[in-house]
């Protein structure tokens, strides 16, 4: 199985703050990864798929790069409504797909 | 609108069944393989199972293999998940997705595949106790 790490778990930031989350993969998986943000009560939505290409509708201050086993999701300009929890996703070994363990982001 | 609407969720006693639905509209539902994702409250999300257009290719995770049966009616544009011989860990909101197709950069070359699920259901909570 392929294992996703993300770091950190939790992150504190301030509205206006460039934010990064990581997604560390057990092996290579190109570029078939997606980043997901939930929020309470609340199923996930889609952010960012194919590692880098940013959803339709998806607001532009959200940003993914990385490839192989390293890959980040950062929001470039913090937002209140941006507090939710983040996962990425990887679907290289499709359909056999596994989830990073999630970020908490939380507004200051 | 595009949507998916899960129900069938409930309280059930260890080694009992359940059936999920999760019926879709606002999209063409025999285009799109679909799957099933849980999540304990407060935890991280499971894929749980998937199943191909055409029901020709079904897969579990293997904490449900052998319990779980996930199918579809395409005429419907239903997608079920039966579950059997519960246990205490499945207890959890399942929700339904819809598999999100494109074409998209691939180690520079574009490639047209599965890169996530783009359309969710609310979720229908599954509880296992006694």
């Known amino acids: 199985d392929i294992q996703l790490t993300q770091s950190p778990s939790f992150l504190s930031a301030s509205v206006g703050d460039r934010v990064t989350i990581t997604c560390r993969a057990s092996?290579?998986?190109?570029?078939?990864l997606a980043w997901y943000q939930q929020k309470p009560g609340k199923a996930p939505n889609l952010l960012i798929y194919?590692?880098?290409t940013l959803q339709s509708g998806v607001p532009s201050r959200f940003s993914g790069s990385g490839s192989g086993t390293q890959f980040t999701l950062t929001i470039s300009s913090l937002q209140p409504e941006d507090s939710a929890i983040y996962y990425c996703?990887?679907?290289?070994?499709?359909?056999?797909?596994?989830f990073g363990q999630g970020t908490r982001l939380e507004i200051k | 609108e595009v949507q998916l609407v899960e129900s069938g969720g409930g309280l059930v006693q260890p080694g009992m069944s359940l059936r999920l639905s999760c019926a879709a509209s606002?999209?063409?539902?025999?285009?799109?393989?679909m799957h099933w994702v849980r999540q304990v409250p407060g935890k991280g999300l499971e894929w749980v199972s998937s199943?191909?257009?055409?029901?020709?290719?079904?897969d579990y995770a293997d904490s449900v293999k052998g319990r779980f049966s996930i199918s579809r009616d395409n005429a419907k544009n239903s997608l079920y998940l039966q579950m059997n011989s519960l246990r205490a860990e499945d207890s959890a909101v399942y929700y339904c997705?819809?598999?999100?197709?494109?074409?998209?950069?691939?180690?520079?070359?574009?490639?047209?595949?599965?890169?996530?699920?783009?359309?969710w259901g609310q979720g229908t909570t599954v509880t296992v106790s006694s």
């Open positions: 997705a819809k598999d999100f197709e494109e074409t998209a950069m691939v180690q520079g070359i574009m490639i047209k595949g599965l890169y996530g699920m783009d359309v």
């Open positions: 606002g999209f063409t539902f025999d285009d799109h393989a």
């Open positions: 199943i191909s257009w055409d029901s020709d290719n079904v």
């Open positions: 092996q290579d998986i190109t570029s078939y």
């Open positions: 194919a590692a880098s």
């Open positions: 996703q990887q679907l290289h070994s499709y359909p056999f797909i596994t």
